[in-house]
């Protein structure tokens, strides 16, 4: 059964700091994983998703990374900004005819003025 | 601005009452979905429906009743909730390109939250 576990649940930093999100999963069978933004009492935005044939995707200040064999993705976010404040979720997309999508429980994120 | 439009943002009803909560995308997804979301937690998928078709039900109580009437509309109805059933309700699409939908993003709506007295 696949497991996505994202480290840390919470992150505080100041503005202007780079900082590095993570996120893993338990079976490399994935179609796909997808870097989700969500603010409070909002639905889901999507940043970013990268296919499992890829290394890493890039969007703005926003680059995320895979390691398919590893279990393992990284969200790292440049020059953060209090309007980065949210919950970010990854999910991957299992192989083997699903289309669920397994959810971390999120890394909250507070960038402080 | 979401591109996955949902009504009514709140929802506030009875154990006795019937309500439906709605979704409507305009993007050309053929592949909609309802997913439930308790405080604190991540997205739990409900539903999944692929060409106006039920293809996908969790093992949803069915006091929860789909329903997809064209390719860009999807309603949920409500009947007899249970309080455990307060929760932000999230509908989402992607587009379906034959074998390679699987590899493409979902989008989501704003939600609604619905309490259930």
């Known amino acids: 059964k696949q497991e996505v576990t994202q480290i840390p649940a919470a992150l505080s930093v100041p503005e202007g700091e780079n900082l590095v999100l993570n996120c893993s999963f338990t079976d490399s069978a994935i179609y796909n994983l997808q870097w989700f933004r969500q603010d409070p009492g909002k639905g889901l935005t999507s940043l970013l998703l990268?296919?499992?044939?890829?290394r890493e995707q890039t969007s703005g200040r926003l680059n995320a990374s895979l390691d398919k064999s590893s279990g393992r993705s990284t969200l790292y976010i440049a020059a953060s900004q209090p309007g980065d404040s949210a919950t970010y979720l990854c999910a991957v997309r299992p192989q083997g005819g699903s289309e669920k999508l397994v959810f971390g429980k999120g890394t909250k994120l507070t960038v402080n003025p | 601005d979401t591109e996955v439009t949902q009504t009514p943002k709140h929802l506030v009803m009875g154990m006795t009452n019937k309500k439906s909560l709605k979704c409507e995308q305009h993007?050309?997804?053929?592949?909609m979905y309802w997913y439930k979301q308790k405080a604190k937690k991540p997205p739990e998928l409900m539903f999944v429906y692929s060409y106006e078709k039920l293809s996908i039900n969790e093992s949803v109580p069915s006091r929860f009743s789909p329903e997809c009437p064209n390719s860009s509309l999807l309603n949920l109805h409500l009947h007899a909730l249970q309080p455990e059933d307060s929760a932000l309700y999230l509908c989402?699409?992607?587009?379906?390109?034959?074998?390679?939908?699987?590899?493409?993003?979902?989008?989501f709506g704003d939600g609604t939250r619905l309490s259930i007295l």
């Open positions: 989402a699409s992607s587009r379906w390109t034959g074998d390679l939908y699987s590899n493409q993003p979902q989008h």
């Open positions: 990268i296919q499992s044939s890829q």
């Open positions: 993007m050309g997804h053929r592949a």
